[in-house]
């Protein structure tokens, strides 16, 4: 395994060809960074490990306020603690290059600069603030919507206690954002041998527009619904597998159930759970409303949050 270590992120090499993880030292942040060096070695990825030391800004007269630069202390305790991880990771990951990054800003600043070259930021759920602790509060939210590249947030279990299932649980509409779930997906179950189960969620119309929908002699016709459903999932599903090539399985699930209610019950028997960002139906708003929360709150599984637009899949 290779090291190599820098004040920022300079000479960045090719464009999406790196996994970018962050840490602060907890146990938490460490599951991160062994699930991020994971994927970059699987994917033949440059791992970039980034700890933010979150430095003041000063004032300036007539001027924009100047960031200071880490004293010589903190960047020899982040140095330390950057040595730490690489000699982590040792031996685990024969031929992985791993590059490391002090950033002088806030955890949320550091992570989003280091998408700008990264297929994949990866964060932990918990740990002791700032990076770690990206999904409890608003730097969540500001990473999840401005990252340029796919987001995943690793719970705090360590690797070997969770069984294997062979298993990829995606969220699916007919969205852009589920297409681009939906490659991703297929991706990472291509590195690791696996199978993917792309959920559709419905629900039909809420107690009161029931009852009014009834009294019009209106009912609902839930095969027609399903069929209807399982029709254009899967139609999404060929097409993203003819451009992909990949091999992987795909089964699909249609059911009717609240959409994080779904994915959370799949999850329970994966690896791995795919969202994407914006859609439509089920799966509107994920990030910012009740379903994105259950999801990165509740699942037991690394979540990988992707967006709609240029693809990046990490292949």
Not at 87 to 107: I, K, M, Q, W
Not at 128 to 151: E, I, K, M, N, T
Request: glycine fraction near 10%; proline fraction near 8%; aromatic fraction near 2%.
């Amino acid at each position: 395994m290779n090291g190599t270590e820098s004040a920022g992120p300079g000479n960045p090499g090719p464009a999406r060809r790196e996994v970018a993880v962050g840490i602060d030292g907890s146990p938490p942040s460490r599951t991160a960074l062994a699930w991020a060096a994971r994927a970059a070695w699987e994917r033949r990825l440059v791992l970039r490990v980034v700890h933010a030391v979150s430095m003041p800004l000063i004032a300036m007269p007539l001027s924009r306020p100047v960031r200071m630069s880490p004293t010589p202390e903190i960047a020899d305790r982040a140095g330390e603690l950057l040595a730490a991880a690489v000699d982590h990771l040792a031996g685990g990951y024969p031929g992985l290059t791993v590059e490391t990054t002090v950033s002088a800003h806030e955890p949320a600043p550091a992570m989003l600069a280091a998408s700008k070259n990264a297929a994949l930021v990866v964060v932990g759920s918990r740990g002791l603030g700032g990076v770690a602790s990206l999904f409890l509060g608003s730097v969540s939210v500001r990473v999840s919507a401005h990252a340029d590249c796919p987001v995943a947030v690793v719970p705090p279990r360590p690797a070997h206690e969770t069984a294997e299932h062979h298993r990829v649980v995606v969220g699916v509409d007919d969205s852009p954002a589920s297409t681009a779930a939906l490659r991703f997906a297929i991706g990472a179950a291509a590195h690791r041998g696996a199978e993917v189960v792309a959920v559709h969620a419905w629900q039909p119309p809420a107690a009161a527009d029931s009852t009014m929908l009834l009294a019009s002699g209106y009912a609902i016709d839930r095969d027609a619904v399903v069929a209807g459903a399982r029709k254009r999932v899967h139609g999404l599903v060929d097409g993203v597998l003819a451009e992909e090539e990949s091999g992987v399985r795909v089964r699909v699930a249609v059911v009717e159930e609240h959409p994080a209610q779904a994915l959370l019950t799949e999850s329970e028997s994966a690896d791995l759970v795919v969202v994407g960002s914006r859609g439509r139906g089920g799966f509107r708003g994920l990030l910012l409303g009740s379903v994105g929360q259950a999801v990165l709150h509740h699942a037991a599984v690394p979540v990988v949050v992707t967006r709609p637009g240029p693809e990046h899949t990490a292949d």
